[in-house]
């Protein structure tokens, strides 16, 4: 099969930013949750610049996962495999069916956590500490679907995996 | 009010389903009121047991109401004996319409 030299790019470049996107989320993940992220740590924020900072990085850097798997790679993926990306809720309930993901309500649930992960704005400490902890139980969610998804581009000769 | 009664019922029913029926759920902000357009679907959900995970489970019921009322934005505000009271918490209980 032939792909469009320039989907065939598209998918090589997302592949390349999925994979920087996992080590560095995985990376901040194992600091920030090293000996756990609980009320006392939340409590801490105000006065730990640096754990604050870490916090900003591990939402962003979650955030920015999702957003390149499920907007991104998933639709181009669609594409090169002759299917049609539709809107988001329809390629997430593909995504499913597949087994690609473990359901898109699941998806669109830790997508509308996010606001809830902002220690600026949540002024409640446990609803704070069980945002951060429930991205946390659920990140092999999104690495997991990025793995599949590269996994299968390889195979299919679309990108290199090194 | 600004909500169909098939929306009502979605809400009701979604709610129900995940946390029983043992919780209050009321609109409150801005689709209370008749004279506005468009804004979110603000909702206060009142439980006299301690809710257990509260970001997680309004995030998945902010989710599943967002897929039902097709696109809708949905936000979903927790009162519950283990979550801290807040000013925001004031103006839902004053202005909300139990659904």
Do not use: C
């Not at chain 1, 390349?16 to 409590?43: H, P, Y």
């Not at chain 2, 009322?69 to 801290?84: H, I, Q, S, T, Y």
């Amino acid at each position: 099969m032939s792909l469009p030299k320039d989907l065939q790019e598209r998918l090589q470049f997302l592949a390349r930013v999925v994979v920087r996107e996992v080590r560095q989320l995985r990376e901040t993940d194992q600091r920030l949750f090293a000996n756990g992220f609980g009320l006392e740590e939340v409590k801490r924020l105000d006065s730990a610049p640096d754990l604050a900072e870490r916090v900003d990085a591990f939402v962003s850097r979650f955030g920015r996962l999702q957003d390149t798997v499920g907007d991104k790679l998933l639709p181009a993926w669609r594409s090169a495999v002759g299917e049609t990306p539709a809107t988001v809720a329809d390629n997430l309930d593909r995504a499913e069916r597949l087994g690609l993901i473990p359901s898109a309500d699941l998806w669109l649930g830790l997508r509308r956590l996010r606001n809830q992960m902002m220690h600026e704005y949540i002024e409640d400490p446990s609803v704070l500490s069980n945002a951060l902890n429930t991205a946390h139980t659920h990140l092999t969610v999104l690495t997991d679907a990025a793995d599949a998804l590269l996994a299968d581009l390889a195979q299919r000769g679309i990108i290199e995996r090194s | 009010m600004r909500l169909s009664a098939e929306q009502v019922s979605i809400i009701r029913q979604t709610v129900a389903e995940i946390f029983g029926p043992e919780v209050q759920v009321s609109l409150f902000g801005s689709r209370v009121d008749d004279s506005k357009k468009g804004g979110d679907v603000d909702l206060l959900i009142e439980s006299a047991q301690a809710i257990g995970e509260p970001a997680w489970l309004a995030a998945q019921l902010a989710a599943r109401l967002e897929r039902s009322m097709e696109g809708r934005k949905v936000d979903v505000l927790f009162l519950a004996p283990n979550l801290r009271r807040l000013p925001i918490h004031d103006i839902a209980q004053k202005n909300g319409i139990p659904l």
